[in-house]
Protein backbone atom coordinates (compact mmCIF):
# COMPACT_ATOMS: atom_id res chain seq x y z
CA UNK A 1 0.00 0.00 0.00
CA UNK A 2 1.28 3.65 -0.69
CA UNK A 3 0.45 6.38 1.03
CA UNK A 4 1.87 10.03 1.56
CA UNK A 5 -0.12 11.22 3.38
CA UNK A 6 0.49 12.36 7.05
CA UNK A 7 -1.97 11.39 10.08
CA UNK A 8 -3.53 14.82 11.65
CA UNK A 9 -2.29 13.59 14.98
CA UNK A 10 0.89 13.61 13.64
CA UNK A 11 0.32 16.83 11.55
CA UNK A 12 0.00 18.50 14.69
CA UNK A 13 3.32 17.55 16.33
CA UNK A 14 5.11 18.52 13.22
CA UNK A 15 2.99 21.89 12.72
CA UNK A 16 4.33 22.83 16.71
CA UNK A 17 7.28 21.58 15.98
CA UNK A 18 8.25 23.75 12.57
CA UNK A 19 6.67 26.80 14.29
CA UNK A 20 9.06 25.98 17.37
CA UNK A 21 12.02 25.76 15.19
CA UNK A 22 11.56 29.01 13.02
CA UNK A 23 10.72 30.99 15.91
CA UNK A 24 12.52 30.07 19.36
CA UNK A 25 15.49 28.11 17.37
CA UNK A 26 16.56 29.03 14.23
CA UNK A 27 16.91 33.00 16.15
CA UNK A 28 20.14 31.29 17.93
CA UNK A 29 22.27 30.67 14.31
CA UNK A 30 21.99 34.42 14.48
CA UNK A 31 23.61 34.92 17.75
CA UNK A 32 26.39 31.89 18.66
CA UNK A 33 28.58 30.12 15.92
CA UNK A 34 27.11 26.05 15.29
CA UNK A 35 29.08 24.51 17.17
CA UNK A 36 28.88 26.30 20.13
CA UNK A 37 25.76 23.86 20.53
CA UNK A 38 27.67 21.29 21.84
CA UNK A 39 29.65 23.76 24.07
CA UNK A 40 28.32 23.03 28.07
CA UNK A 41 30.70 25.31 29.19
CA UNK A 42 28.98 28.48 26.93
CA UNK A 43 27.04 29.69 30.00
CA UNK A 44 24.73 32.25 27.89
CA UNK A 45 23.76 29.67 25.18
CA UNK A 46 22.99 27.04 27.91
CA UNK A 47 20.74 29.30 29.85
CA UNK A 48 18.75 30.39 26.49
CA UNK A 49 18.65 26.54 25.60
CA UNK A 50 17.12 25.11 28.93
CA UNK A 51 14.37 26.57 28.82
CA UNK A 52 13.34 25.47 24.98
CA UNK A 53 14.55 21.64 26.06
CA UNK A 54 11.65 22.07 28.96
CA UNK A 55 9.10 23.10 26.45
CA UNK A 56 10.53 20.29 23.97
CA UNK A 57 10.06 17.53 27.09
CA UNK A 58 6.95 19.02 27.95
CA UNK A 59 5.47 18.18 24.50
CA UNK A 60 6.62 15.08 24.67
CA UNK A 61 9.19 15.36 21.69
CA UNK A 62 12.20 14.93 23.45
CA UNK A 63 15.04 12.49 21.90
CA UNK A 64 12.47 11.69 19.23
CA UNK A 65 14.99 8.83 17.28
CA UNK A 66 14.91 6.94 20.26
CA UNK A 67 12.77 3.68 21.04
CA UNK A 68 10.13 4.22 23.44
CA UNK A 69 12.38 1.73 26.13
CA UNK A 70 15.14 4.31 25.91
CA UNK A 71 12.77 7.13 26.83
CA UNK A 72 11.90 8.30 22.88
CA UNK A 73 8.83 8.22 21.36
CA UNK A 74 9.38 5.33 19.08
CA UNK A 75 8.49 7.17 16.39
CA UNK A 76 10.06 4.58 13.63
CA UNK A 77 12.71 6.37 10.96
CA UNK A 78 9.92 7.45 8.46
CA UNK A 79 8.37 9.89 10.81
CA UNK A 80 11.82 10.81 12.54
CA UNK A 81 12.60 11.50 8.87
CA UNK A 82 9.74 14.34 8.77
CA UNK A 83 10.74 15.26 12.25
CA UNK A 84 14.28 15.03 11.47
CA UNK A 85 13.68 17.41 8.12
CA UNK A 86 12.23 20.59 10.19
CA UNK A 87 14.95 19.95 13.27
CA UNK A 88 17.69 20.24 10.30
CA UNK A 89 16.24 24.08 9.71
CA UNK A 90 19.21 24.70 12.12
CA UNK A 91 22.35 23.37 14.23
CA UNK A 92 21.10 24.15 17.59
CA UNK A 93 17.76 22.17 16.68
CA UNK A 94 18.62 18.81 16.87
CA UNK A 95 20.46 19.88 20.44
CA UNK A 96 17.28 21.84 22.05
CA UNK A 97 15.42 18.14 21.07
CA UNK A 98 17.80 15.66 22.30
CA UNK A 99 18.89 14.09 18.59
CA UNK A 100 22.08 15.53 18.14
CA UNK A 101 24.70 13.44 16.45
CA UNK A 102 27.05 12.32 17.33
CA UNK A 103 25.75 11.70 20.40
CA UNK A 104 22.41 9.84 19.04
CA UNK A 105 24.91 7.44 17.70
CA UNK A 106 27.68 7.40 20.86
CA UNK A 107 23.82 6.42 23.17
CA UNK A 108 22.97 3.98 20.25
CA UNK A 109 25.97 1.77 20.80
CA UNK A 110 26.01 2.07 24.56
CA UNK A 111 22.40 0.68 24.60
CA UNK A 112 23.27 -2.24 22.24
CA UNK A 113 26.53 -2.90 23.73
CA UNK A 114 27.11 -1.50 26.92
CA UNK A 115 27.14 -3.43 30.26
CA UNK A 116 24.94 -2.38 32.80
CA UNK A 117 27.72 0.06 34.60
CA UNK A 118 28.61 1.56 31.23
CA UNK A 119 24.69 2.33 30.56
CA UNK A 120 24.62 3.94 34.16
CA UNK A 121 27.46 6.04 33.88
CA UNK A 122 27.05 7.04 30.51
CA UNK A 123 24.17 6.50 28.76
CA UNK A 124 21.59 7.96 31.11
CA UNK A 125 23.45 11.62 31.44
CA UNK A 126 23.61 11.44 27.68
CA UNK A 127 20.40 10.89 27.05
CA UNK A 128 19.09 13.30 29.52
CA UNK A 129 21.34 16.05 27.15
CA UNK A 130 23.57 16.48 30.32
CA UNK A 131 26.58 15.73 28.94
CA UNK A 132 27.96 15.61 25.38
CA UNK A 133 30.26 12.52 23.72
CA UNK A 134 32.79 12.34 21.30
CA UNK A 135 33.51 9.26 18.95
CA UNK A 136 37.40 9.14 17.63
CA UNK A 137 37.78 6.87 14.89
CA UNK A 138 40.01 8.75 12.26
CA UNK A 139 43.57 8.80 12.73
CA UNK A 140 45.89 11.75 10.72
CA UNK A 141 47.13 9.11 8.41
CA UNK A 142 43.81 8.50 7.57
CA UNK A 143 40.49 8.19 7.95
CA UNK A 144 38.72 6.79 4.69
CA UNK A 145 40.73 3.40 4.95
CA UNK A 146 40.81 2.04 8.57
CA UNK A 147 43.82 -0.51 7.32
CA UNK A 148 46.32 2.08 8.26
CA UNK A 149 44.99 3.04 11.93
CA UNK A 150 47.52 2.68 14.50
CA UNK A 151 46.23 3.32 17.78
CA UNK A 152 47.05 0.47 19.66
CA UNK A 153 45.56 -0.90 23.46
CA UNK A 154 47.74 -4.00 25.05
CA UNK A 155 46.59 -5.69 27.66
CA UNK A 156 48.17 -4.78 30.78
CA UNK A 157 47.35 -6.95 34.16
CA UNK A 158 43.36 -6.69 34.24
CA UNK A 159 43.34 -3.27 31.78
CA UNK A 160 44.64 -1.42 28.72
CA UNK A 161 47.15 0.59 28.06
CA UNK A 162 45.92 3.14 24.71
CA UNK A 163 48.72 4.50 22.83
CA UNK A 164 48.60 6.85 19.50
CA UNK A 165 47.07 9.61 18.12
CA UNK A 166 43.58 10.35 16.62
CA UNK A 167 42.22 13.58 14.49
CA UNK A 168 38.93 15.25 13.72
CA UNK A 169 37.10 13.71 17.16
CA UNK A 170 34.41 16.14 16.76
CA UNK A 171 33.80 18.07 20.28
CA UNK A 172 35.95 15.54 22.24
CA UNK A 173 37.07 19.39 23.88
CA UNK A 174 33.55 19.33 25.55
CA UNK A 175 33.02 16.03 25.71
CA UNK A 176 32.92 13.90 29.13
CA UNK A 177 33.97 10.64 27.34
CA UNK A 178 35.62 9.33 24.17
CA UNK A 179 34.73 6.36 22.44
CA UNK A 180 37.82 5.37 21.06
CA UNK A 181 38.79 2.57 18.14
CA UNK A 182 42.22 0.70 19.11
CA UNK A 183 43.90 -1.99 17.44
CA UNK A 184 44.02 -4.70 20.04
CA UNK A 185 44.80 -7.82 17.63
CA UNK A 186 47.83 -6.58 15.02
CA UNK A 187 48.01 -9.92 14.12
CA UNK A 188 44.39 -10.22 12.09
CA UNK A 189 42.95 -8.09 9.74
CA UNK A 190 41.88 -4.61 11.63
CA UNK A 191 37.86 -5.50 10.94
CA UNK A 192 38.37 -8.52 13.28
CA UNK A 193 41.72 -7.28 15.67
CA UNK A 194 40.19 -3.59 16.86
CA UNK A 195 38.01 -2.91 19.60
CA UNK A 196 36.21 0.21 21.41
CA UNK A 197 36.58 1.41 24.68
CA UNK A 198 35.17 4.20 26.32
CA UNK A 199 37.47 6.93 27.59
CA UNK A 200 36.51 9.64 30.08
CA UNK A 201 38.28 12.35 28.30
CA UNK A 202 39.84 13.33 31.70
CA UNK A 203 41.72 10.77 32.00
CA UNK A 204 45.18 11.26 32.56
CA UNK A 205 47.48 10.53 29.27
CA UNK A 206 44.70 11.84 26.78
CA UNK A 207 46.34 15.20 25.50
CA UNK A 208 44.73 17.67 23.22
CA UNK A 209 47.14 18.57 20.90
CA UNK A 210 44.88 21.24 19.44
CA UNK A 211 41.44 21.56 17.97
CA UNK A 212 41.23 22.49 14.28
CA UNK A 213 38.22 24.20 13.24
CA UNK A 214 36.31 24.31 9.83
CA UNK A 215 37.67 27.00 7.13
CA UNK A 216 36.04 30.19 8.60
CA UNK A 217 36.75 29.59 12.47
CA UNK A 218 39.38 31.21 14.22
CA UNK A 219 41.64 28.49 16.03
CA UNK A 220 39.80 28.76 19.33
CA UNK A 221 36.82 28.05 18.25
CA UNK A 222 37.50 24.47 16.52
CA UNK A 223 35.37 21.62 17.75
CA UNK A 224 37.56 18.88 15.81
CA UNK A 225 40.39 17.40 17.94
CA UNK A 226 44.03 16.51 17.25
CA UNK A 227 44.22 13.89 20.35
CA UNK A 228 47.13 11.76 21.47
CA UNK A 229 46.98 8.82 23.59
CA UNK A 230 50.56 9.06 25.85
CA UNK A 231 50.11 5.55 27.87
CA UNK A 232 46.44 6.23 28.96
CA UNK A 233 45.68 3.22 31.76
CA UNK A 234 42.45 1.63 31.01
CA UNK A 235 40.19 -0.58 33.18
CA UNK A 236 38.82 -3.84 31.49
CA UNK A 237 35.35 -2.08 32.18
CA UNK A 238 36.11 0.42 29.85
CA UNK A 239 36.38 -1.93 26.92
CA UNK A 240 32.74 -1.14 25.24
CA UNK A 241 31.88 -4.89 23.64
CA UNK A 242 34.08 -7.62 23.34
CA UNK A 243 37.67 -7.12 21.83
CA UNK A 244 37.84 -7.27 18.27
CA UNK A 245 34.05 -6.00 17.82
CA UNK A 246 34.94 -2.38 16.87
CA UNK A 247 34.03 -2.38 13.76
CA UNK A 248 30.33 -4.27 14.11
CA UNK A 249 30.04 -1.42 16.86
CA UNK A 250 31.19 1.51 14.57
CA UNK A 251 28.67 0.01 12.30
CA UNK A 252 25.53 -0.09 14.13
CA UNK A 253 26.03 3.99 14.87
CA UNK A 254 27.08 4.77 11.03
CA UNK A 255 24.16 3.36 9.50
CA UNK A 256 21.56 5.26 11.30
CA UNK A 257 23.76 8.08 11.51
CA UNK A 258 23.99 8.73 7.99
CA UNK A 259 20.82 8.62 7.28
CA UNK A 260 19.42 10.88 10.16
CA UNK A 261 22.31 13.58 8.39
CA UNK A 262 20.17 13.20 5.31
CA UNK A 263 17.15 13.90 6.86
CA UNK A 264 18.69 17.25 8.42
CA UNK A 265 19.97 18.00 5.18
CA UNK A 266 16.56 18.18 3.41
CA UNK A 267 15.82 20.77 6.12
CA UNK A 268 18.45 23.37 6.00
CA UNK A 269 18.15 22.89 2.13
CA UNK A 270 14.57 24.48 2.36
CA UNK A 271 16.03 26.87 4.36
CA UNK A 272 18.34 27.90 1.53
CA UNK A 273 15.91 28.04 -1.07
CA UNK A 274 13.62 30.11 1.03
CA UNK A 275 16.05 32.46 1.54
CA UNK A 276 16.63 32.56 -2.15
CA UNK A 277 13.03 32.61 -3.18
CA UNK A 278 12.46 35.58 -1.05
CA UNK A 279 15.42 37.26 -1.88
CA UNK A 280 14.56 36.86 -5.92
CA UNK A 281 11.34 38.41 -5.40
CA UNK A 282 12.38 41.53 -3.68
CA UNK A 283 15.69 42.53 -5.38
CA UNK A 284 15.12 44.58 -8.59
CA UNK A 285 17.75 44.82 -11.45
CA UNK A 286 17.07 46.86 -14.75
CA UNK A 287 13.53 47.58 -13.57
CA UNK A 288 12.02 44.03 -12.59
CA UNK A 289 12.82 41.92 -9.92
CA UNK A 290 15.13 38.95 -10.26
CA UNK A 291 12.51 36.31 -10.19
CA UNK A 292 11.59 37.84 -13.57
CA UNK A 293 14.47 36.50 -15.24
CA UNK A 294 14.04 33.14 -16.85
CA UNK A 295 17.87 32.15 -15.62
CA UNK A 296 17.02 32.85 -11.85
CA UNK A 297 13.63 30.50 -12.76
CA UNK A 298 15.70 27.90 -13.92
CA UNK A 299 17.68 28.33 -10.80
CA UNK A 300 14.60 28.32 -8.50
CA UNK A 301 13.41 25.46 -10.36
CA UNK A 302 16.11 23.13 -10.61
CA UNK A 303 16.75 23.47 -6.54
CA UNK A 304 13.11 22.73 -5.75
CA UNK A 305 13.22 19.61 -8.06
CA UNK A 306 17.03 18.34 -6.47
CA UNK A 307 15.27 19.00 -2.98
CA UNK A 308 12.11 17.49 -3.68
CA UNK A 309 13.78 14.17 -5.36
CA UNK A 310 15.95 14.03 -2.58
CA UNK A 311 13.71 14.51 0.42
CA UNK A 312 11.36 11.67 -1.40
CA UNK A 313 14.88 9.19 -1.63
CA UNK A 314 15.67 9.97 2.02
CA UNK A 315 11.54 9.28 2.85
CA UNK A 316 11.75 5.92 1.07
CA UNK A 317 14.59 4.83 2.66
CA UNK A 318 13.40 5.48 6.31
CA UNK A 319 10.42 3.80 5.56
CA UNK A 320 12.82 0.93 4.37
CA UNK A 321 14.95 0.75 7.53
CA UNK A 322 11.30 0.33 9.35
CA UNK A 323 10.02 -2.07 7.29
CA UNK A 324 12.93 -4.32 7.19
CA UNK A 325 14.24 -3.72 10.77
CA UNK A 326 17.93 -4.35 9.27
CA UNK A 327 20.39 -1.89 8.54
CA UNK A 328 22.41 -3.93 6.23
CA UNK A 329 19.45 -4.26 4.27
CA UNK A 330 19.47 -0.58 3.32
CA UNK A 331 22.61 -0.21 2.74
CA UNK A 332 22.53 0.82 -0.79
CA UNK A 333 19.87 3.01 -0.11
CA UNK A 334 21.61 4.73 3.09
CA UNK A 335 24.75 5.02 0.72
CA UNK A 336 23.31 7.00 -1.71
CA UNK A 337 21.43 9.02 0.72
CA UNK A 338 25.03 9.93 2.19
CA UNK A 339 26.53 11.14 -1.64
CA UNK A 340 23.00 12.69 -2.45
CA UNK A 341 23.19 14.96 0.72
CA UNK A 342 26.35 16.96 -0.35
CA UNK A 343 25.31 17.08 -3.51
CA UNK A 344 22.30 18.71 -2.64
CA UNK A 345 23.59 20.66 0.21
CA UNK A 346 26.43 22.25 -1.64
CA UNK A 347 24.04 23.03 -4.80
CA UNK A 348 21.36 24.47 -2.02
CA UNK A 349 23.97 26.51 -1.13
CA UNK A 350 26.03 27.59 -3.75
CA UNK A 351 22.98 28.93 -5.77
CA UNK A 352 22.07 31.16 -2.23
CA UNK A 353 25.56 32.51 -2.49
CA UNK A 354 25.35 33.18 -6.41
CA UNK A 355 21.57 34.50 -6.18
CA UNK A 356 22.46 37.14 -2.91
CA UNK A 357 25.38 38.47 -4.91
CA UNK A 358 28.02 40.27 -2.92
CA UNK A 359 25.74 39.71 0.49
CA UNK A 360 25.39 35.84 -0.38
CA UNK A 361 29.74 35.69 -0.05
CA UNK A 362 29.72 38.12 2.63
CA UNK A 363 30.09 37.04 6.43
CA UNK A 364 26.63 38.57 7.26
CA UNK A 365 24.72 35.78 5.69
CA UNK A 366 25.19 31.91 6.72
CA UNK A 367 25.04 30.69 3.16
CA UNK A 368 29.08 30.22 3.43
CA UNK A 369 28.71 27.91 6.61
CA UNK A 370 26.49 26.15 4.77
CA UNK A 371 28.29 25.10 1.33
CA UNK A 372 31.44 24.28 3.78
CA UNK A 373 28.94 22.01 5.54
CA UNK A 374 27.69 20.61 2.52
CA UNK A 375 31.37 19.46 1.94
CA UNK A 376 32.06 18.50 5.48
CA UNK A 377 28.53 16.16 4.38
CA UNK A 378 30.50 14.28 1.52
CA UNK A 379 33.31 13.76 4.02
CA UNK A 380 32.10 12.87 7.90
CA UNK A 381 31.34 8.96 7.90
CA UNK A 382 33.13 8.66 5.34
CA UNK A 383 33.82 10.08 1.84
CA UNK A 384 31.85 10.29 -1.05
CA UNK A 385 33.76 7.82 -3.00
CA UNK A 386 33.45 5.32 -0.71
CA UNK A 387 29.97 5.13 -0.62
CA UNK A 388 29.57 5.30 -4.66
CA UNK A 389 31.21 2.22 -4.14
CA UNK A 390 28.87 0.77 -2.12
CA UNK A 391 25.77 1.99 -4.05
CA UNK A 392 27.49 0.56 -7.20
CA UNK A 393 28.49 -2.90 -5.84
CA UNK A 394 24.81 -3.71 -4.72
CA UNK A 395 23.90 -2.11 -7.83
CA UNK A 396 25.91 -4.45 -9.67
CA UNK A 397 25.25 -7.54 -7.72
CA UNK A 398 21.44 -7.53 -8.75
CA UNK A 399 23.01 -8.28 -12.83
CA UNK A 400 24.54 -11.50 -13.68
CA UNK A 401 27.18 -11.02 -16.53
CA UNK A 402 26.53 -12.98 -19.86
CA UNK A 403 28.74 -15.47 -21.77
CA UNK A 404 27.36 -14.70 -24.67
CA UNK A 405 29.48 -12.40 -27.41
CA UNK A 406 27.20 -9.36 -27.53
CA UNK A 407 24.80 -8.51 -24.86
CA UNK A 408 21.30 -9.42 -24.08
CA UNK A 409 19.90 -6.29 -25.23
CA UNK A 410 21.25 -7.03 -28.89
CA UNK A 411 18.19 -6.70 -30.69
CA UNK A 412 19.50 -9.33 -33.38
CA UNK A 413 19.68 -11.67 -30.98
CA UNK A 414 16.78 -10.58 -28.65
CA UNK A 415 14.48 -11.14 -32.27
CA UNK A 416 16.10 -14.45 -32.90
CA UNK A 417 14.91 -15.42 -28.90
CA UNK A 418 11.85 -14.63 -29.26
CA UNK A 419 10.71 -15.60 -32.92
CA UNK A 420 10.70 -19.07 -32.12
CA UNK A 421 7.53 -17.78 -28.74
CA UNK A 422 5.93 -16.23 -31.69
CA UNK A 423 6.24 -18.45 -34.87
CA UNK A 424 2.60 -18.13 -35.73
CA UNK A 425 1.98 -14.49 -35.12
CA UNK A 426 5.09 -13.60 -37.26
CA UNK A 427 3.86 -14.92 -40.13
CA UNK A 428 0.65 -12.39 -40.44
CA UNK A 429 1.37 -9.73 -42.24
CA UNK A 430 2.38 -6.47 -40.36
CA UNK A 431 5.45 -4.38 -40.15
CA UNK A 432 8.76 -6.05 -38.14
CA UNK A 433 12.70 -5.33 -37.72
CA UNK A 434 14.12 -7.02 -40.18
CA UNK A 435 16.28 -8.68 -38.01
CA UNK A 436 14.40 -11.53 -37.47
CA UNK A 437 15.07 -12.60 -40.81
CA UNK A 438 18.67 -11.70 -40.86
CA UNK A 439 19.72 -13.07 -37.80
CA UNK A 440 22.33 -15.63 -37.32
C1 LIG B 1 32.78 17.82 9.84
C2 LIG B 1 33.52 16.54 10.07
C3 LIG B 1 33.37 15.88 11.29
C4 LIG B 1 34.08 14.70 11.54
N1 LIG B 1 33.94 14.10 12.76
C5 LIG B 1 34.62 12.97 13.05
C6 LIG B 1 34.51 12.37 14.32
O1 LIG B 1 33.79 12.86 15.20
N2 LIG B 1 35.24 11.24 14.57
C7 LIG B 1 36.04 10.68 13.63
O2 LIG B 1 36.63 9.64 13.90
N3 LIG B 1 36.17 11.24 12.39
C8 LIG B 1 35.50 12.37 12.08
N4 LIG B 1 35.62 12.98 10.85
C9 LIG B 1 36.62 12.43 9.91
C10 LIG B 1 35.97 11.72 8.74
O3 LIG B 1 35.47 10.47 9.13
C11 LIG B 1 37.10 11.61 7.69
O4 LIG B 1 37.34 12.93 7.22
C12 LIG B 1 36.72 10.71 6.53
O5 LIG B 1 36.64 9.37 6.91
C13 LIG B 1 37.76 10.84 5.39
O6 LIG B 1 39.04 10.62 5.90
P1 LIG B 1 40.20 11.68 5.61
O7 LIG B 1 39.72 13.01 6.02
O8 LIG B 1 41.45 11.15 6.25
O9 LIG B 1 40.35 11.67 4.05
P2 LIG B 1 41.25 10.69 3.19
O10 LIG B 1 41.08 9.29 3.67
O11 LIG B 1 42.62 11.25 3.10
O12 LIG B 1 40.53 10.83 1.79
C14 LIG B 1 40.72 12.03 1.01
C15 LIG B 1 39.98 11.90 -0.28
O13 LIG B 1 40.49 10.81 -1.04
C16 LIG B 1 39.46 10.23 -1.82
N5 LIG B 1 39.26 8.84 -1.45
C17 LIG B 1 39.47 8.28 -0.25
N6 LIG B 1 39.17 6.96 -0.29
C18 LIG B 1 38.77 6.70 -1.54
C19 LIG B 1 38.34 5.52 -2.23
N7 LIG B 1 38.24 4.34 -1.60
N8 LIG B 1 38.02 5.62 -3.53
C20 LIG B 1 38.10 6.81 -4.18
N9 LIG B 1 38.50 7.94 -3.58
C21 LIG B 1 38.83 7.89 -2.29
C22 LIG B 1 38.19 11.05 -1.53
O14 LIG B 1 38.09 12.08 -2.46
C23 LIG B 1 38.50 11.60 -0.16
O15 LIG B 1 37.72 12.72 0.19
C24 LIG B 1 34.92 14.14 10.55
C25 LIG B 1 35.06 14.79 9.32
C26 LIG B 1 34.38 15.98 9.08
C27 LIG B 1 34.57 16.66 7.76
Redesign the pocket.
Known sequence: MWNFETEPAFRDRLDWMAAFVREEIEPLDYLFPKDETYNVDNEALMAIMAPLKARVRDAGLWACHLPAELGGGGWGQLKLALMNEILGRSFFAPTVFGTAA?DTGNAEILAHFGNPAQKERYLKPLLDGDIVS?????EPQ????PKVFTARAVRDGDGWILQGAKW???NARWAEFLIVMAVTDPEVSIYKGASMFLVPTQTAGVEFVRNAGMAFEQPEHGA?AYLRFNDVRLGNGDLLGNPGDAFRIAQTRLGGGRVHHAMRTVGLARRAFEAICERVQSRTTQGEVLAHKQMVQAEVADLWMEIEQFRLFVLQTAWKIDRFNDYKLVRQDIAAAKVLSERVMVSAARRAIHLHGALGVSNEMLFGEWLLWGY?LG?????S??HQ?TVAKEALGQVAPTDELFPSAHVPGGARRVAERYRRELALPGHRRGWLDRAG
Do not use: Q
Open positions: PCFSMTGGADFASHALADGPEVI
